[in-house]
């Protein structure tokens, strides 16, 4: 977990290891990416489970500053989140940051946002 305060708390990132069983992969529509398979077999996919800035502290590159904060610790090949298909702030991000679409989650019927995973390689 990365923060980020002036001096109170503006937002921050959090994220974890994809476990490697391939759990975090169900309810994926479609075949996961053989390679993104595989990196997770292997231990080396970094899961970004939250990124938040304050609404006062939007367009002032918090977030980007808060991604590149939290994943530059990784010693991951490849990062991986899931994003709301209704957040146009949120996939314009990570578009701009140079994810890719990797695909789309299986929802249940009960009213849940469509999520779709994005994912990109780190460079160390």
Do not use: K
Request: charged letters at 25%; one cysteine or more; a negative charge.
């Amino acid at each position: 977990m990365v923060i980020a305060s002036d001096p109170a708390l503006v937002g921050c990132a959090y994220g974890f290891p994809a476990e490697r069983d391939g759990r975090w992969w169900q309810g994926f529509n479609g075949q996961v990416p053989r390679e993104l398979e595989e990196l997770t077999a292997s231990g080396r996919v970094f899961v970004v489970a939250e990124l938040m800035v304050l609404p006062a502290h939007r367009r002032g590159h918090v977030a980007t500053r808060l991604q590149e904060t939290l994943l530059i610790r990784s010693n991951a090949t490849a990062v991986v989140t899931l994003v709301e298909t209704a957040n146009g702030a949120a996939l314009s991000a990570v578009r701009a940051w140079g994810w890719q679409l990797t695909g789309r989650l299986r929802r249940s019927d009960d009213g849940e946002p469509e999520l779709e995973a994005w994912s990109r390689e780190l460079a160390h």
